[in-house]
């Protein structure tokens, strides 16, 4: 994990212009820059103050597989794709790598200004890596009014597992999706998100073993393609609006 830190930290210091090459495509592969993310909509006057660089498995243009969506070619610096430049590193399945780097601001819940929103993932399962820096919270019960969060401690070296929203759906509320959010306290912050999704054209829907007649399916069924698009929709700018800034 270390080398992942510092090739994160290498890729970051980046001018602005040359991250912006990058920007993330519709493959959900590539730079998101700061406040480009609102992870919780209602609760935030401004986006996430993070900036982040989606990695997916790598899939060659002339492969037919890259005509399905979220699979393609990877959007690395020109420079060198050096270390994460390897095919055998996310192997087959839907898997995303999201490098993040948080600014060194103060975040303000009172007044909706945060490192990144109040959220549970959207896929199956996020492993998330973190370096010391305190920040990531997370509210044991959802269902709650008010909500109480609480601090994760932070473990250099360690692996925070996150349930996402799609376990949460097949498994009919079994397992719930962690809420989670990050509260900043002036120092920067780097953090590495891995989240394993089921592939795009997988129907998420409830597993016979999590439904009864006592207790019947809550969601209805969606391919695991619809339901990530919308969600990344949802809490990401348009691409219009980015553009007008670069
Ligand atoms: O940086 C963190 O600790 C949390 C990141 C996160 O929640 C996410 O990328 O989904
Ligand atoms: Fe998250």
Redesign the pocket.
């Known amino acids: 994990m270390n080398e992942v830190f510092f090739q994160s930290t290498k890729f970051f210091a980046l001018p602005l212009h040359k991250k912006m090459e990058l920007f993330r495509n519709e493959k959900l592969r590539g730079y998101t820059p700061t406040l480009d993310q609102t992870?919780d909509p209602e609760n935030q006057v401004q986006g996430d103050l993070?900036e982040?660089y989606y990695i997916g498995v790598e899939v060659p243009e002339d492969d037919p597989d890259a005509k399905k969506p979220f699979y393609g070619p990877n959007q690395w610096p020109s420079e060198d794709a050096g270390f994460f430049d390897k095919p055998e590193m996310l192997g087959e399945p839907l898997a995303t790598l999201?490098l993040?780097h948080?600014e060194d601001k103060i975040s303000d819940p009172a007044r909706g200004i945060y490192?990144?929103g109040a959220?549970s993932?959207f896929g199956l399962i996020?492993l998330?890596a973190?370096d010391d820096v305190a920040?990531?919270q997370i509210c044991k019960n959802k269902d709650a009014r008010p909500r109480i969060w609480e601090d994760v401690a932070p473990l250099k070296g360690g692996f925070?597992i996150?349930i996402g929203d799609l376990l949460e759906r097949l498994s009919n509320d079994v397992f719930r999706s962690t809420l989670?959010?990050?509260v900043l306290d002036g120092q920067e912050?780097y953090?590495v998100?891995f989240?394993a999704d089921p592939k795009p054209e997988c129907i998420v829907e409830c597993l016979p073993s999590c439904t009864s007649d006592m207790n019947p399916p809550k969601y209805p069924p969606i391919t695991c393609y619809a339901y990530m698009n919308q969600r990344y929709n949802d809490t990401h700018l348009g691409l219009n609006h980015i553009m007008d800034k670069k």
């Open positions: 992870l993070k982040g999201k993040l948080y490192g990144c959220h993932d996020n998330l973190t920040g990531l925070i996150n989670h959010r990050v912050r953090s998100a989240f």
